[in-house]
């Protein structure tokens, strides 16, 4: 080989592989545990609470100054003789790609530390740093990421959902009302999703996230994909073992028929208890979320 074609031969296989490496942008788990412990110093996010409606201005001014249309759901619901006044926030980016991927979490937090060991704490609401937080967190920071990196082929919808966290133990009633309100009321969005995605307690510091039963027996092409990407980037905080079912807020989407999954870490020692707090949470474990989210995103459609 020549060495003038050698020094071109050299470059092009520089940018094939540079070039490959950098099309994924980079998400930091710094940046998003900020955006956790942000969303606490709003204290406890439970519906009709100060909490929750500072926390719901700052989601909907920080979605608009990161190029999302953001759009607002309200509706109302009567849980234990009171009237919640819930939000749901849509922020959607590249609207004129019709095929949209749903990114979805829950803003709201629990209003009763109901599983908390100290009795007199079971009337007070948690603040939520793993259990609503975490999720959102990730989902704030892959905005920003959105609005300067526009992905190949889908558009995005980030969903942040109010009102999952009031049910009663042991039935589906009163969970998820934010989810199953948006199901019912999808001609509002304008749009369907091909694939719905679910993270929710996702900040744990010793995370692990096994398969969610309800989402491997409806949607496992997508379980499958997503195991796949945390496997093939080293993550191993995505076990192979199947959970228990859990009706989260991707559930309502499997009843409509939608392929969905739920990411979550459902072995918390903290749940539903006021140590449910920052310190119990970490950026790396938000990095590991955020790595695989990106892949999907960016690479692996
Ligand atoms: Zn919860």
Redesign the pocket.
Known sequence: MKKANLIFFLIIITFITFGCTKSIPKFDGERAFQLLEKQCSFGPRNPNSDGHLLCKNFLINFLEENGAEVKTQKFSAEVRDETYELTNIIASYYPQKRTRIFLGAHWD??PWADLDSVKINHSKPIL?AN??ASGVAVLLHLAEILNQYEPVLYGFDIILFDG??AGTYGSFTDWCLGSKYFVNHLAEVGCEPEVVIIID?IGDKNLNINIEQNSYQNSPELVEKIWKIAAKNNISNFKTKISEPIFDDHYPFLEKGFQAIDIIDFDYPY??TLEDTPDKCSAKSLQKIGDVLMSYIYKKL
């Open positions: 937090t629990r939520g259990d609503g999952e966290d307690m749940w539903h």
